[in-house]
Nanobody, 115 residues
Framework: QVQLVESGGASVQAGGSLRLSCAASGSITGINVMGWYRRTAGNQRELVAGITNDGSTFYGDSVKGRFTISRDNAQNTVYLQMNSLKPEDTGVYLC?????????WGQGTAVTVSS
């Protein structure tokens, strides 16, 4: 079983930046994709960004051009660089790891963007 721990969430002003980290441990050899989701107002969960085992990335439409996902295989860590933050980016950001048909989730890190 893989364990995921997110960090980096904070309260920032609109236009600011944050970098979130997701550290993976445990049984990580079978991971083929990792991503970030978020729960925003209304408790809706939406895809933010993902990265596959070949390095391909994908993003939700609302964050394209502002957020960048990356990984450090040596440290078993995935990052989400968030720039030009908007109030609508406020929410709990969750890290996800896909291992074939299985998936693991972190507990989330909170991001608040003030106007």
């Amino acid at each position: 079983q893989v364990q995921l721990v997110e960090s980096g969430g904070a309260s920032v002003q609109a236009g600011g930046s944050l970098r979130l980290s997701c550290a993976a441990s445990g049984s990580i050899t079978g991971i083929n994709v990792m991503g970030w989701y978020r729960r925003t107002a209304g408790n809706q969960r939406e895809l933010v960004a993902g990265i596959t085992n070949d390095g391909s990335t994908f993003y939700g439409d609302s964050v394209k051009g502002r957020f960048t996902i990356s990984r450090d295989n040596a440290q078993n860590t995935v990052y989400l660089q968030m720039n030009s933050l908007k109030p609508e980016d406020t929410g709990v950001y969750l890290c996800n790891a896909g291992q074939g048909r299985a998936a693991a989730w972190g507990q989330g890190t909170a991001v608040t963007v003030s106007s």
